[in-house]
């Protein structure tokens, strides 16, 4: 009588195997789905607390540059915030007349669009995200918000009322960015 033996596994073990491989598979790849959007949103939240930063340094580096004749004079470094085109901008507040001068409720630190040399740079949030810019707890009834750091005291201004929160949001999913009147920088998750 010969004995048989069995070498290798069943179709039964096989399929078991392949099952608990499939459904791992499924359940890392649902994972990684969830935290793609976290990191997408911790990456725009970076871009802007790294964009609040540099403005600021900006400012402690004032300095003044010869034009046509004149000096201009850099009052301040800001970011403009705009929640219809989901951008942020980098911009300098450029008086000729000097920084001492400033009459701040009617000329204030903002961005205008018609001096040259104010404009440095714009950034976009990710397509998937969206920015919801928020003051004092309510909603922002228009859709640009200022905030300007001024040296040599590092002094901050905005269009509204400090605390100002900007939010990003990615669907279902938000992060926070607490900027202070005195220019303390927080981010919330």
Same mark, same amino acid.
Request: net charge negative; aromatic share 10%.
């Given at each position: 009588?010969? /004995?048989?033996q069995?070498a290798?596994f069943?179709?039964i /073990?096989?399929?078991?195997v392949i099952?608990?491989? #499939?459904?791992?598979s499924?359940l890392?790849?649902?994972?990684?789905?969830?935290s793609?959007?976290?990191i997408l949103?911790f990456?725009d939240?970076?871009?802007?607390?790294?964009?609040?930063n540099r403005a600021?340094?900006?400012a #402690?580096e004032?300095?003044?540059?010869?034009g046509?004749?004149q000096a201009?004079?850099?009052c301040?470094f800001?970011?403009?915030f705009?929640e219809?085109?989901?951008?942020f901008?980098?911009?300098?507040?450029v008086?000729?007349n000097g920084?001492d001068n400033?009459?701040i409720?009617? =000329?204030?630190y903002?961005? =205008?669009?018609?001096?040259?040399?104010?404009f440095l /740079?714009?950034f976009?949030l990710d397509?998937?995200?969206?920015?919801?810019?928020l003051f004092?707890g309510?909603?922002v009834? =228009?859709?640009? #918000?200022?905030?300007a750091f001024v040296?040599?005291h590092?002094?901050v201004f905005?269009?509204?009322t400090?605390p100002?929160?900007?939010?990003i949001e990615?669907?279902?999913?938000?992060?926070?960015?607490?900027?202070?009147?005195?220019g303390q920088?927080i981010?919330? =998750?």
């Amino acid at each position: 009588m010969q /004995e048989r033996q069995d070498a290798g596994f069943s179709i039964i /073990e096989v399929m078991v195997v392949i099952s608990i491989t #499939i459904l791992l598979s499924v359940l890392t790849l649902g994972y990684n789905r969830s935290s793609e959007k976290q990191i997408l949103l911790f990456r725009d939240q970076t871009y802007v607390v790294s964009v609040l930063n540099r403005a600021k340094a900006l400012a #402690i580096e004032k300095f003044v540059e010869v034009g046509t004749g004149q000096a201009t004079t850099t009052c301040a470094f800001g970011v403009r915030f705009s929640e219809l085109t989901n951008s942020f901008s980098l911009y300098r507040d450029v008086h000729i007349n000097g920084c001492d001068n400033i009459d701040i409720d009617a =000329d204030g630190y903002g961005y =205008d669009s018609g001096v040259d040399g104010e404009f440095l /740079e714009t950034f976009t949030l990710d397509q998937r995200s969206s920015f919801n810019l928020l003051f004092d707890g309510g909603t922002v009834t =228009d859709d640009d #918000i200022d905030i300007a750091f001024v040296s040599p005291h590092l002094e901050v201004f905005a269009s509204h009322t400090f605390p100002i929160t900007i939010g990003i949001e990615s669907g279902d999913t938000a992060v926070k960015v607490n900027v202070s009147g005195s220019g303390q920088i927080i981010t919330i =998750d």
